[in-house]
């Protein structure tokens, strides 16, 4: 195990000590993070979705911004623009909150269309084009859009073709009894999510450092006994009776290579068929479409990706 390694590990339990009862989704944002794609994180308000993105860019000391999307936002409150000044009689680049290492895009549902394809553009070509100049973004640049799955009046969902640009999504369910009464217990001792400052958090890694991890998790080896597996698993998926829509080309390549980061993380250098089990989930939920009449049924899309990964033989 590499010292990068460990010290990921380690930046996953100091998260795990503040967003208290959610392992295995804090693997997973690692795993994205190492990965280099952009997160839906979905969740009901309250669950600490906003806690959980500023405690890791913090440890990471990413420079970090965040944005409050509702319906009047506009593309140029996102990206940036020039500005007339006065005094020196030129224009004056006013950059947005796009120019950053983590950005958090609250309520990505609640902004119009064409605001969201001003930030999903930067996310495909980092970069931003303003009055015809091709403005780049930080090497890190992270995307992390949430959803509260609860009320749709007055939103516009993400259509399919921009759902696929982002790497994983992620469900924040409530933590268990045991999990909530240390986050009670936690607030009973000082700590407060809005004042992290307080928490007195120690950075863990750099940004070098988790890019320094970006390149390292290409050298893991994958078999062609896996790069078939895998690939069996992404035509099941296009051909299965209740799904109108299987997993893309560009899906499968992200599934290599998070089942890649999944094996790195976990100390090894070569993927395993659990290692690709273990990410499909949060890879898939968002890129399957499942058929009018199965969700009528009220057939649940990670149900689907059991019986997919059930159906497909494991490679020995």
């Not at 599934?255 to 100390?267: D, I, P, R, V």
Request: charged letters at 20%.
């Amino acid at each position: 195990m590499s010292t990068t390694n460990s010290v990921l590990i380690q930046l996953g339990k100091q998260i795990n000590q503040i967003v208290v009862g959610q392992s295995p989704i804090i693997k997973q944002l690692l795993i994205a993070l190492l990965s280099g794609g952009h997160v839906i994180l979905e969740g009901v308000p309250g669950t600490g979705k906003t806690l959980l993105v500023k405690v890791l860019a913090q440890l990471i000391q990413a420079d970090f911004r965040r944005v409050q999307l509702t319906p009047d936002v506009l593309p140029s409150d996102i990206t940036g623009t020039n500005i007339f000044d006065l005094n020196t009689r030129n224009f004056l680049l006013k950059k947005g909150p796009v120019f950053t290492e983590v950005l958090l895009a609250d309520e990505i549902n609640r902004t119009p269309p064409k605001t969201q394809a001003a930030l999903l553009e930067a996310m495909e070509e980092m970069q931003v084009t303003l009055d015809g100049e091709s403005l780049p973004l930080p090497d890190l640049f992270w995307v992390i859009a949430t959803q509260n799955p609860l009320e749709f009046e007055g939103t516009y969902p993400l259509p399919e073709a921009q759902l696929d640009r982002f790497l994983f999504k992620l469900v924040l369910d409530y933590p268990d009894q045991a999990a909530e009464k240390q986050m009670l217990l936690n607030r009973q001792a000082g700590f407060a999510a809005r004042r992290l400052d307080i928490a007195k958090l120690k950075p863990i890694m750099t940004v070098d450092e988790i890019l320094q991890a970006r390149q390292a998790i290409k050298q893991v080896q994958v078999s062609e006994a896996i790069v078939d597996y895998l690939l069996a698993l992404v035509r099941k998926t296009r051909e299965y009776p209740d799904l109108a829509l299987g997993a893309s080309p560009r899906s499968a390549g992200a599934w290599l290579q998070t089942s890649q980061a999944s094996a790195w993380l976990s100390g090894r250098d070569f993927v395993t068929p659990d290692d690709v089990k273990a990410v499909a989930s949060p890879l898939l939920r968002h890129r399957l479409l499942l058929k009018p009449e199965a969700m009528l049924d009220g057939l649940q899309i990670d149900a689907v990706i059991s019986a997919v990964i059930g159906q497909v033989p494991v490679p020995r």
